[in-house]
């Protein structure tokens, strides 16, 4: 079983349609959670990233964190054409483990936005 | 120049050749990665180096070496690679080892023939 999971997609959604991605986890130690945006040719970059549990919003986008599911969430409002990239989310234990320091991504999501 | 960059931005290498990947970073970074991307597949973690030091080897092959001679440099030595090695190497740093934001370079797409 992979530690992270990703649905890879592909997404493809109308303009100013809400995008909900997820991931879940296996592993229990992971308190930092991330998603970056990977647009083609180009290296990911780190779009949020969410504490332990609970909600937070940047814009027109979302995090979710629910550790007692192990289950992840970004929604994207009102999106954009230019909102089209690789989603990939991205998690990391507390100091002290064995995840600490090295960030596990999932596969990552293609989304498309589309006029 | 600011950010993480990369050289080559592609390379086509045989079997038998030897070729090294550049990464510098311009960002005053401690910390600095290799990954591995390949089709369909998460991003691998490669290597680690903090502070000039080699703090992480995700059982890597040895046909790939990495160096890091400063903090603001990182080389990934390649020889006798496999077609199965074909991938986008992405360089990544981070002001720590632990911090949550990495910065990546644009990455060197590798084909093996």
């Known amino acids: 079983q992979k530690e992270v999971e990703q649905d890879p997609g592909p997404l493809s959604v109308p303009e100013g349609a809400i995008v909900s991605l997820n991931c879940t986890y296996s592993?229990?130690?992971?308190?930092?959670f991330m998603w970056y945006r990977q647009y083609s040719r180009k290296g990911p970059e780190l779009l949020m990233y969410?504490?332990?549990?609970g909600n937070k919003e940047d814009g027109r986008f979302t995090a979710q964190v629910d550790k007692s599911s192990k289950y992840i969430s970004l929604f994207i409002r009102d999106s954009q054409p230019s909102d089209s990239a690789t989603y990939l989310c991205a998690m990391m234990g507390n100091a002290g483990g064995t995840s600490y320091g090295k960030l596990t991504f999932g596969q990552g999501t293609i989304l498309t936005v589309h006029p | 120049e600011t950010g993480v960059t990369q050289t080559p931005r592609h390379l086509v290498m045989g079997m038998t050749n030897k070729k090294s990947l550049k990464c510098e970073q311009h960002?005053?970074?401690?910390?600095m990665y290799w990954y591995k991307q390949s089709a369909k597949k998460p991003l691998e973690l490669m290597f680690v180096y903090n502070f000039k030091e080699q703090t992480e080897n995700n059982s890597v092959p040895s046909r790939f070496s990495p160096e890091c001679p400063n903090s603001s440099h990182l080389f990934l030595h390649l020889h006798t690679l496999q077609p199965e090695d074909s991938a986008l190497y992405l360089c990544a740093s981070s002001q720590g080892q632990g911090d949550t934001e990495a910065f990546f370079g644009q990455g060197t797409r590798l084909t093996v023939v």
């Open positions: 960002l005053g970074h401690n910390a």
């Open positions: 969410t504490y332990s549990s």
């Open positions: 592993n229990s130690a992971f308190q930092y």
